[in-house]
Nanobody, 117 residues
Framework: VQLLESGGDSVQAGGSLRLSCVASGIIYSRYTMGWYRQAPGKQRELVADITSGGSTNYADSVKGRFTISRDNAKNTVYLQMNSLKPEDTAVYYC????????????WGQGTQVTVSS
């Protein structure tokens, strides 16, 4: 199983980035896909996730600025990030989760997003 993220970069406040995560080795359409982030000295937190049916969930801090989407034909999940703020600076991780027994969860290696003021 591999989750490969891309799209991280350094941008100025107010800018935009789009993160991508390509999954391999899983039946992608069965998984809830998510983006998490971890800033230095802080715990990893959920940014947004999207179920196999397309239902989305966002952290309050990114609502109205970030949009998560998925393309099941390409085994890819995206995170469109607009109006970026310095507090969005973090390593962003892709997550794949399938509930049930046993629980199956996988993580990508992370991609750095840096927003300067």
């Amino acid at each position: 199983v591999q989750l490969l993220e891309s799209g991280g970069d350094s941008v100025q406040a107010g800018g935009s980035l789009r993160l991508s995560c390509v999954a391999s080795g899983i039946i992608y359409s069965r998984y809830t896909m998510g983006w998490y982030r971890q800033a230095p000295g802080k715990q990893r937190e959920l940014v947004a996730d999207i179920t196999s049916g397309g239902s989305t969930n966002y952290a309050d801090s990114v609502k109205g600025r970030f949009t998560i989407s998925r393309d099941n034909a390409k085994n890819t999940v995206y995170l469109q990030m607009n109006s970026l703020k310095p507090e969005d600076t973090a390593v962003y991780y892709c997550n794949a989760l399938a509930g049930g027994i046993p629980r199956r969860e996988y993580w990508g290696q992370g991609t750095q997003v840096t927003v300067s003021s």
